[in-house]
């Protein structure tokens, strides 16, 4: 892997043909595209939080008209579910109001920008999977905030790709596996909820798709628009934290055993959250010609990515 050199920074290598520009760098996703555009012979510019923030329009300006990428991906969100909740006007700020900013931006300056959304957005009343289609309703502010920047997006900039995404997770960050990895440390049993549907979705896949696309549109393809990516197969928080606690049963350290069952009800989380987001991903496929990758392979990689000492470390996390 690739280390990052602190934000704000970019390597340019020889012969890259493609340059691009990635905010919230320092996210799960944000952080895969770098290392990933970087293997790929690409040239990076990144910034985390610090070194851009989304709500300074006249910062984003300066950046693309300094460092001229060919492409924008924004990956920088608040995308904490139940905090945003709480904390309306700061999912507002980032998510809204600075997706609305990198697209205008990204408009004055004639550059495409690749923007991530979530499947978040929908309601998740339809048991059927979801293409892009189905109109968005989300549920929670963080829904609604993302759906809005969705909106602003296609409005301000022509040249947009809005990718909706399922359930992140990577070896770092606020995510599911790294959570549960926790409660595995710590319980003899832990609890999942067995009565929300989604896709898992390895954040290195997602940088993956986003590249692909950028390779294809710096060929030529004129395919603005809104499309679906997850890994592929359905499951609910309780198969997915059966499946961590499989990949990690060889562990030594490993202590709890069991996934106990838990309704959405009964969680009671601060955001409601859609019972079913299933992505129908065909039209990436069709489109583009990506498909999806199974997640357990990702999520393989994620536990295999940890040392012992990091793995125990998880068990002081929280
Ligand atoms: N996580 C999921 O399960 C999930 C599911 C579906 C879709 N998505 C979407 O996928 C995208 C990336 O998710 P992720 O899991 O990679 O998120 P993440 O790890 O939380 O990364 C988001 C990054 O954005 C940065 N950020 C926050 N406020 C900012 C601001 N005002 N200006 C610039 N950067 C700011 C954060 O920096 P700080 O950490 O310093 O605040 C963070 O590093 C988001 O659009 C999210 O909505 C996520």
Redesign the pocket.
Known sequence: MIPLAPYPNSLIQANALIKILV??????????VCQRALKMGMSVVW????H?????LAQIHTLLAKHKPKFVI????????DLAEANPE?AY???QD?AANVASACADFDVPML??????VFDGAQHLPLNEQVPANPVNI?GHS?SA?EELVRENCKQHIIL???????S?????VLRTLRQIRRQEQIEAVDDQFGCP?Y?AD?ARVFLAIVQQIDCGIDVWGTYHYSGAEVATWKGFAEAILAAVKQQPTTIANKVVAVSSEDWQAPAPRPAFTVLDCSKILGTFGIRQRPWRSGLVKVINSLTTDELMAANQGE
């Open positions: 905010t919230g760098a320092k996210g799960q996703v944000g952080a895969a910034f985390d939080a610090k851009l923030d989304l709500s300074d924004n990956c920088a969100s608040y995308s904490v579910v700061d700020r980032v998510n600075g923007h991530l959304s979530t499947d978040y963080f993302k920047a909706r995404v399922g359930w992140i997770f990577s770092s960050g606020n995510n599911f979705t954040a997602v």
